[in-house]
């Protein structure tokens, strides 16, 4: 019974590694700074640690789907982070492509009947 | 150790943890991520009110974990020194090169010490130990620092293992007169390297034997100061051959190009060798003196008809090597 908890953990751990940049994106069309993201997603039960989101930021970024701006007028210096334009046409289209992966894999559960197997 | 009741705690801890989360990155991300990571643990640390803000720090850095790991996910270059691209040609290379050297020493050493007529077989037992582990581990450090440089260089490409390929360049399953497997090369690289050896550390030792009484006496074959004097081309000759092997290692059957390859790897090789015996004074004068031998008169005539040795050897191999290819 440990043994498949464990492989279930590992498993979900893969499945949120997955969807994780879907989730980063979804929430990106105002500027946010990282750890407001941070808070952002967990109000919404999609628990992401800073330490793997700060890095995840900076690759987007990289990849042209962020644009990010520091806000040094405050109280503390902030880096935000914003859509770009080619991020927002990735995240629409990562967005369909979600949706259908969602609605084939359910398709697939619903057939197979996998759903209540003892 | 800081104590938390220190009053520069709370600082002292921040800076020494982004210090070791920076120090591991790359100098043009360094002060931006500092920043970053700066006011991220001010904002995690304010979370958690009513808290000292001692405890609420220590909170926030173990959340965060362990520095290194944290810069192993901002560091997203690869974490290993070997990958999938080039894994396997560096455990194919490793094995021959390790299997090469042992044998090859092992060989070097044996002959040496029959030779020497020294009767200390312990000594001998641990010497060879000892020195063909040294040279192991020497091949296995330079074999992975070479593919290491090789894989950083390589860098710059997209993951190497995903190259497009073409239905159409699926080759056939190659008849029995056109596969070569994988000994035959491989016997050749490893006594290659052991000619190598010989001529670079001990050409004496390429030697007539015989027995006199018990004792063996040995006759070098090659003049060695006339050998020192050419090394650099024996050993580019010697090289070429090696060349040739490993392209057969890694077409593993005969095609036109690697009969082209052969080609080109024996008109360098055997012409090399060519000019490097056709100097007069690179055979023994001792070994045509010696009434003893047997085999005089035929090392004499090997001698005079070396030059159609190496003919009749580059044309037998070069001829193979295209036959096989257009055997179908």
Known sequence: MDDTQKIVENLMLELRRGTIVLSVLSQLK??????????????????????????????????GLLHSEWETTGAKPRKYYVLSVTGSEVFQQLCKEWSDMVERTNQLIADGGGEDVE | MLNSKDKNYVKEMTDRYVFEVTKRLPATQKSDIDMELRSLIEDMTSQFEGMEPEAALDAVLHELGKPADLADKYRENRRYLIGPAFYELYLLVLKIVVASVAIGL????????????????????????????????????????????????????????????????????????????????????????????????????????????????????????????????????????????????????????LAI???????????????????????????????????????????????????VVFLADTGTAWYRALAK
């Open chain 1, 30 to 63: 105002e500027p946010k700074y990282g750890y407001a993201l941070v808070q952002n997603l967990e109000e919404k039960q999609v628990a992401v640690d800073a330490g793997t989101l700060y890095p995840l930021l900076r690759r987007l970024e990289k990849q």
């Open chain 2, 106 to 257: 092992t060989a070097a050493l044996s002959i040496a010490y029959i030779v020497s007529a020294e009767a200390d077989p312990v000594g001998f037992g641990i010497n060879l130990i000892a020195t063909v582990l040294q040279a192991l581990l020497q091949a296995v450090a330079w074999v992975t620092v070479i593919f290491a440089i090789v894989e950083r260089c390589d860098g710059k490409k997209e993951k190497g293992t995903e190259e497009s390929w073409k239905l159409s360049e699926l080759p056939p399953i190659p008849g029995n007169k056109t596969i070569i497997k994988a000994w035959e090369p491989l016997v050749g690289i490893v006594f290659l390297v052991l000619v190598i050896l010989l001529f670079n550390t001990a050409p004496q030792l390429i030697a007539v034997f015989y027995s006199d009484g018990g004792q063996y006496i040995s006759i070098p074959v090659f003049d060695t100061t006339v050998v020192k004097e050419r090394l650099l081309l024996i050993n580019l000759s010697l090289s070429a051959a090696l060349l040739k092997e490993a392209f057969h290692l890694l077409e593993r059957r005969y095609t036109i190009r």
């Open chain 2, 261 to 311: 390859a052969t080609t080109i790897c024996n008109v360098v090789g055997i012409g090399l060798l060519l000019y490097v015996f056709s100097h007069p004074a690179i055979w023994n004068p001792e070994l045509g003196q010696n009434e003893i031998l047997a085999i005089v008169p035929f090392l004499d005539m090997l001698k005079q008809f070396f030059a159609g040795v190496l003919v």
